[in-house]
């Protein structure tokens, strides 16, 4: 009688250790989808910034609201809205960021006219053919794209990449971006 529990002990923890593990499936994890912050310049913020500075006259080297150049403004609203600085000359801005064509311009890219064979004028496009700049003769204003003098002065438009932005990414996203940004 012993012998056959000692025998049926081990075969039962023979089988036991022989039995598969019962399969259990992996749970699912979800991923939330990269979302990206909301754009820092937007139209409301464009607004809220030309009423501050709306009617400031034009000066040529200007940086206050005692006057303002075109550059000067464009810097002052990189500076305010999105934070970061960018150079101060037309010259120096239109070298940054990617040309985009003006069918594909999204609000806060920049836009650039040739005024005269030597003078440049530049802006920040709001939206629906709008730009904001500071006008030699009007000061602080928002302009159409289509108004009869800007229309033929237009000249090309960049958009700034957002550099915060690039910085949290992943790498996987980042890569997916910068190739989007290359097909534009």
């Known amino acids: 009688m012993t012998k056959g529990l000692l025998v049926g002990c081990v075969v039962v923890l023979l089988s ?15 991923v939330p989808p990269m979302l990206q912050p909301p754009p820092k310049w937007s139209e409301s913020k464009l607004l809220s910034f030309h009423n501050e500075w709306k009617g400031t006259p034009y000066r040529l080297g200007g940086l206050s609201k005692n006057g303002i150049d075109c550059s000067g403004f464009v810097y002052l609203a990189y500076l305010n809205i999105v934070g970061d600085k960018l150079p101060r ?30 003078v440049r004028h530049v802006g920040i496009y709001m939206g629906n053919n709008r730009f904001l700049h500071a006008s ?29 932005f690039e910085q949290n990414m992943s790498i996987a996203s980042l890569v997916d971006h910068v190739q989007q940004q290359d097909n534009l």
């Open 89 to 118: 000359t037309v010259n120096a801005q239109r070298i940054m960021g990617k040309e985009v064509p003006r069918a594909q311009l999204q609000t806060g890219d920049l836009v650039f006219f040739k005024t005269t064979r030597t």
């Open 16 to 30: 036991a250790c022989a039995a598969k593990p019962p399969v259990v499936a992996p749970i699912p994890v979800a």
């Open 136 to 164: 030699t003769k009007k000061g602080v204003k928002i302009s159409s794209l289509n108004n009869i003098y800007w229309k033929p002065r237009f000249w090309f438009a960049t958009r700034l990449k957002n550099p915060t």
